[in-house]
């Protein structure tokens, strides 16, 4: 599934940024000689039946799906007859060189807008705003949050609070707050009156290179019973008589809040020294047991941690969202926007060096998350698509020479000077800018290979 899923969102996005291209240049009288998704080898060709006016454009599929290419009639790049140069992309104006150049990326864009539309119109179960503990010491605690809470409503001041449809709504609502302070309206577990905490704005430094304004306020994730799943033969677990389904309540007397904080406890039994033996209170069917338990201490990176051997946590609670007509739209038009900034951001903080380069994926981690998101339904596939349609938008408008940010860049020095770029410089920034895009197209699937463990 997870290549095809991946092949799918290729073809689709790739059809799309071309397809803008095309329909632009068609549009302004330019004629254009192939349309190909993929390069090299063609694989089909064909030609439209009833062709625009003066066009007799080849249709491609190529062998290598990754990308794609509108090759338009030039006089930089053929010979062209008398007849046909004033349909030659270089004899026409400015603006309509432009608005061809620029119509890929807007493509994408727009169809990150209707792909977002679809999935708030079908609706589907998202996570509900239930939060586990927050981790120790964490802006977030000192706030009063406690694990169980569910966050109804979030704002930037007291009296302007907006309504947190689901655990992933504030999620991304935190996360373009960067550092400012924060106000949330929660409901304790199994109480009925709500409550307001103000969380401070974070101090400088804060967000790290290696995290965000998630972590950095303490939030650790959505809130599910300390419930055991699964038990591994020949661990920890199974030896000290623990079962599937059994409720940790406290470990060593200390009170076991959500499956987070029984994560954490496990995990830090192992980081200094051999763990040591603990008392386990487990809920059983109704009955309330005690085991005696021993983590084993494993190798994690280049730290170690405690292991018992056995699945922690249940799946956490959902809640089903689905929008109208007019509000899903002016939804998806907001956080089409809201993606639009949030990845100029990061490509702002990967410049300053603000964001490690660790963050950069490859088509390796886009496979593995198109076989994830389609495994989890249409909703989450479509949602992944179009966040992968802005990123492919956004990353074509960058100003290097080889994407259609470079050829804009061009167009705005010949825009200030009344004439372009000269060719030997047309050829050295061409250079420059293929050199700097396979950089980051090896390092990003350098990152690919780490981040799936194929390389240490």
């Not at 009170?255 to 040591?276: F, N, T």
């Not at 292991?307 to 929008?323: F, N, T």
Request: aromatic share 8%.
């Amino acid at each position: 599934m997870t290549l095809w899923a991946f092949l799918l969102a290729l073809g689709v996005l790739i059809t799309v940024h071309e397809w803008g291209h095309y329909r632009v240049a068609v549009a302004c009288g330019v004629k254009v000689l192939t349309f190909s998704i993929g390069f090299g080898k063609p694989l089909l060709r064909w030609k439209s039946r009833q062709p625009h006016a003066g066009q007799d454009t080849e249709f491609c599929i190529s062998l290598i799906p990754l990308g794609g290419y509108v090759k338009m009639l030039d006089e930089n790049e053929v010979e062209v007859a008398p007849q046909d140069a004033p349909m030659a992309f270089n004899r026409q104006p400015l603006w309509a060189r432009t608005a061809i150049v620029s119509a890929g990326p807007l493509a994408n864009l727009l169809l990150a807008v209707c792909l977002y539309a679809a999935t708030f119109w079908l609706g589907q179960y998202e996570t509900q705003a239930t939060l586990a503990a927050p981790m120790t010491g964490s802006v977030a605690e000192s706030a009063g949050l406690r694990s169980g809470d569910t966050v109804l409503r979030a704002g930037d001041s007291a009296d302007a609070l907006q309504e947190m449809a689901s655990l992933d709504a504030l999620r991304w609502w935190l996360l373009q707050r960067e550092t400012a302070s924060v106000y949330l309206e929660v409901q304790p577990q199994g109480k009925q009156t709500p409550h307001l905490l103000h969380l401070p704005e974070l101090p400088t430094g804060a967000i790290s290179k290696d995290s965000n304004a998630w972590q950095a306020r303490g939030f650790t994730g959505a809130w599910s019973r300390a419930v055991l799943g699964a038990v591994q033969t020949g661990l920890p677990a199974q030896a000290a008589g623990l079962q599937r389904g059994d409720e940790v309540l406290r470990i060593d007397g200390r009170v076991v809040s959500d499956a987070v904080a029984l994560r954490a406890m496990v995990r830090a039994s192992g980081q200094h020294q051999s763990p040591a033996s603990q008392i386990w209170d487990v809920s059983r069917d109704g009955r309330q047991l005690q085991f005696e338990v021993k983590p084993e201490q494993v190798a994690e990176g280049d730290q170690s941690i405690g292991r018992i051997g056995a699945q922690v946590g249940e799946p956490p609670l959902k809640v089903w969202i689905q929008y109208g007509a007019f509000d899903g739209l002016y939804k998806a038009i907001s956080k089409t926007w809201e993606v639009i900034m949030m990845t100029f951001d990061m490509l702002g903080r990967l410049l300053t060096g603000h964001a490690s380069l660790d963050n950069l994926s490859g088509p390796l981690t886009m496979a593995d998350y198109a076989g994830r998101s389609a495994s989890l339904g249409v909703g989450a596939y479509l949602s992944y698509l179009a966040l992968v349609s802005v990123s492919l938008g956004v990353f074509n408008l960058l100003p290097l020479p080889v994407l259609d940010g470079g050829h804009l860049l061009y167009y705005l020095y010949e825009a200030c000077t009344g004439h372009p770029p000269s060719p030997q410089w047309l050829d050295v920034m061409q250079r420059g800018g293929l050199v700097v895009l396979v950089t980051l197209m090896v390092f990003s699937l350098f990152n690919d290979l780490v981040r799936l463990g194929w390389l240490p």
